[in-house]
């Protein structure tokens, strides 16, 4: 015991004290101690940090299980195979990858230190780049088919098939999206490189671009996208009204409303439904977009990073709101009746 303690005091002196003060407090600690331009690990309370991971824990755990419900659900059932419920079952995939990639991104959010090396870094958040994108994508694809459905029904009975909205939505994803990040990796090229920057210290995942391009961006990949699929509902919700007026006339005159106008009052429920959800992706991400450009607090936009991603735990809350199909399907899903013979087969509109 003497001895460790001469050796304490030893250490305590001379030009060894700030480097023993600054050990025993633990006041400096770098994610790579052996490497000279490492990044220095922040530091967070016991409680702060146990509550960060406990959150983001349950958000990627929430968004995960209720987006598997909705693709089993619309995989399983024959009766929800419609063209509209494929692009849905299209917007729960990407939204399960979101929910996937969740504890990576607290990972690099919140601990500050990346040890999966530059190669994953830039990888990685092109990958999330483009599950973002395709979310967008995929609200694009929704309000063209309610727009169709609704305003042409005639056209959209005999054009609109799963296998075209299928192979629609893969040349989306594949083509339209791809071609845009590359653009994005040319244009910002020297700043991709994460190793040849001299302002970014070893263990930091984060890829810089250029201002202009984050403009360029911003009308791109969320402006141009989102007034389009205003346009849309616009039009949708006045041909809506117009509809429903027709219907409701008929109904107080007492002459026979046809099937075609149920079928039309149908449609217009889902292209309700599937607004709120469109609402609910906009408010989650404008406040981020008008953050990135006017706010430097890096706090403020780790913040609105989450309500990003919490917009994929919420679409199937929308659906479980208004589809009854959802909570039905739900039900079947969890009391394990969908092994049940011909379990597919079951009309969910008019059975438990």
Not at 38 to 67: D, P, R
Request: positive net charge; aromatic residues 14%; charged residues 10%.
């Amino acid at each position: 015991m003497k001895g460790q303690k001469g050796e304490q005091n030893k250490l305590l002196t001379g030009g060894d004290s700030l480097m023993a003060y600054e050990t025993e407090d633990q006041e400096t600690q770098y994610c790579f101690p052996n490497i000279n331009s490492s990044c220095v690990k922040e530091q967070h309370s016991s409680h702060g940090y146990i509550i960060i991971h406990l959150f983001v824990s349950l958000l990627s755990a929430w968004t995960v299980f209720l987006n598997l419900l909705v693709i089993i659900s619309i995989s399983h059932f024959k009766k929800l195979h419609t063209p509209t419920n494929m692009i849905i079952l299209s917007l729960a995939v990407n939204d399960l990858f979101i929910g996937i990639a969740m504890p990576v991104e607290a990972i690099r959010l919140i601990e500050t230190c990346w040890y999966f090396g530059d190669t994953f870094c830039v990888l990685y958040l092109f990958f999330v780049a483009l599950l973002l994108s395709a979310s967008l994508g995929n609200l694009v694809l929704i309000a063209v088919d309610r727009y169709v459905a609704v305003c042409h029904p005639l056209l959209y009975t005999q054009k609109t098939t799963i296998a075209k909205i299928f192979c629609l939505s893969i040349c989306l994803s594949c083509v339209c999206f791809s071609a845009y990040f590359t653009a994005l990796v040319n244009v910002n090229n020297q700043d991709f490189d994460t190793s040849q920057r001299t302002d970014v210290c070893y263990g930091q995942c984060l890829v810089m671009i250029t201002f202009s391009w984050i403009v360029i961006d911003l009308f791109v990949s969320f402006i141009f996208p989102c007034t389009l699929i205003m346009m849309f509902y616009l039009r949708i919700f006045y041909v809506v009204h117009q509809q429903v007026k027709v219907i409701n006339s008929l109904m107080k005159g007492g002459k026979c409303v046809t099937e075609g106008s149920v079928k039309r009052k149908s449609e217009s429920k889902a292209a309700l439904t599937l607004g709120i959800i469109v609402t609910v992706y906009l408010l989650c991400y404008i406040p981020y977009y008008i953050c990135s450009l006017t706010v430097n607090s890096s706090t403020a936009i780790n913040v609105l990073v989450w309500l990003v991603y919490s917009n994929s735990g919420m679409n199937p809350l929308v659906y479980a709101i208004f589809y009854p199909w959802f909570k039905k399907t739900a039900k079947l899903i969890l009391t394990l009746k969908i092994f049940q013979p011909a379990s597919s087969l079951i009309n969910i509109f008019t059975e438990l």
